[in-house]
Each structure stands twice: as structure tokens, then as C-alpha cells.
């Protein structure tokens, strides 16, 4: 079974700095999905980004980069010029190539920007 | 833009009672999920269905049923509240396609209080 990983359940960080996320996950699989979501509060979910296993390039999306190292099955999320906005929970999760989409998440990771 | 709606915000119900949760999504999508989600444990899915009256198991079933007669609903069941189901449920919804995986688009949730 796949099992994912986030090991920082609270960070925070000044506005307009720049703050990385970790996710760490495990599978036995050679082709698979990552994703980051965004949960704000009192809010839904939204993704922010994703990363297809067979791409070497790591995704971007305007302020929002992924660190995606294959052979150390890490994962982490990296956002620049943080803005009040981006307060929110975060998961990570992983999905197998084939099947029905089955998503296993992380537990989340708190982030709090600080004006 | 996708709309996947949850028949309540808030939910107060006494143990013992059956419980429903409704889930609908006008966006055409063949999967649909339910997850619950509890503090330090991330999001657990609970069941999904990939077709009309298909459902499978996910991690954490027990206690649950679900139903599925149209393309465009999910219900999730409680047969019996135990004050242990206390928890946001989440419902959400993505595509089915072949060559790569869709996001998941998530409903509000619903804030169960089981007494």
C-alpha cells in the first residue's frame, strides 16, 4: 500500500518570504501522479499543482514549484513571495497510473503567513 | 467552472440515528468519492464509485454504506451514528479519462456532530 508522509504539521511564514513544504511517500510503482492541494479555512479544497512521475522536469505554476526527487520518493512544495492568501492547510497525495484514481493523502501541513 | 455541492454545512444527529449525506456534482464526472477527515490524520477515503451503481471499498468503510442511482449523486449512509463519526466529510468528483489522471474537484464538506 502507498503511504504518504508530511512531517511538518504547522509552519508559518512573512509575507513575501519564500517557504518549502515536505512530503516524503512511498510506493513500489514506476509510473504514478503527485499532487499538492490546498484546503483554506472554512473553504474547499483546490489543487494547486501536479507532477507526473515520468516527467524528470519539475512543475511550476506561477508562484507555487515542486522539488520532485524520483529515486528519494520526495516530494516537496516550495512557495515564493507568500502572501496572506496562501494561509491554508496543504496535502500532498499520490495516485497509481492505472485503477480508478484512488488518491492516498498526507495528514496536511498547517501554514500560516504572517503579514 | 465545476460545482460539487453537499446538502449541509453543519449536522447534528443523535447516536444511533441513520444518517444521510448527499453529495452532487453537475459537472458530467464518472468517479466520486467520500473522505472524512479528522485532525492529524489527513483526509481517509470511505468509499468511491467510478460508475452509476458501481461503489468500492476504500480504507475506512466500516460503519458506512453508500449509494449511487444517478450519474450526477453519491450518498454517503451512516446506518447507526456512533459519536466515533464525528468528523467533516468530504465529497468529491473527477473525470475518467484514459490517458492521464484528472484532479479531483471537492464539495464544501460537512461537519457531522455525532451526540
Known amino acids: 500500500a502507498q503511504t504518504v508522509t508530511q512531517s511538518q504539521p504547522e509552519m508559518s511564514v512573512q509575507e513575501a518570504e519564500t517557504v518549502t513544504l515536505s512530503c516524503t511517500y512511498d510506493?513500489?510503482?514506476?509510473?504514478?501522479?503527485l499532487f499538492w492541494y490546498k484546503q483554506p479555512p472554512s473553504r474547499q479544497m483546490i489543487l494547486v499543482i501536479r507532477q507526473e512521475a515520468y516527467k524528470q522536469q519539475n512543475a511550476t505554476e506561477n508562484r507555487f514549484s515542486v522539488n520532485f526527487q524520483k529515486a528519494a520518493k520526495s516530494f516537496s512544495l516550495k512557495i515564493s513571495d507568500s502572501q496572506l492568501g496562501d494561509t491554508a492547510m496543504y496535502f500532498c497525495?499520490?495516485?497509481?497510473?492505472?485503477?480508478?484514481?484512488?488518491?492516498?493523502f498526507g495528514t496536511g501541513t498547517k501554514l500560516q503567513v504572517i503579514p | 467552472d465545476v460545482k460539487v455541492t453537499q446538502s449541509s454545512r453543519y449536522l447534528v444527529k443523535r447516536t444511533g440515528e441513520k444518517v444521510f449525506l448527499e453529495c452532487v456534482q453537475d459537472m458530467d464526472h464518472e468517479n466520486m468519492f467520500w473522505y472524512r477527515q479528522d485532525p492529524g490524520l489527513g483526509l481517509r477515503l470511505i468509499y468511491f464509485s467510478y460508475d452509476v451503481k458501481m461503489k468500492e471499498k476504500g480504507d475506512i468503510p466500516e460503519g458506512y454504506s453508500v449509494s449511487r442511482e444517478k450519474k450526477e449523486r453519491f450518498s454517503l449512509i451512516l446506518e447507526s451514528a456512533s459519536t466515533n463519526q464525528t468528523s467533516m466529510y468530504l465529497c468529491?468528483?473527477?473525470?475518467?479519462?484514459?490517458?492521464?489522471?484528472?484532479?479531483?474537484?471537492f464539495g464544501p464538506g460537512t461537519r457531522l456532530t455525532v451526540l
Open positions: 468529491a468528483s473527477s473525470p475518467q479519462t484514459r490517458s492521464s489522471y484528472n484532479e479531483q474537484f
Open positions: 497525495a499520490f495516485c497509481n497510473s492505472g485503477g480508478y484514481q484512488k488518491v492516498t
Open positions: 510506493t513500489s510503482e514506476s509510473n504514478y501522479y
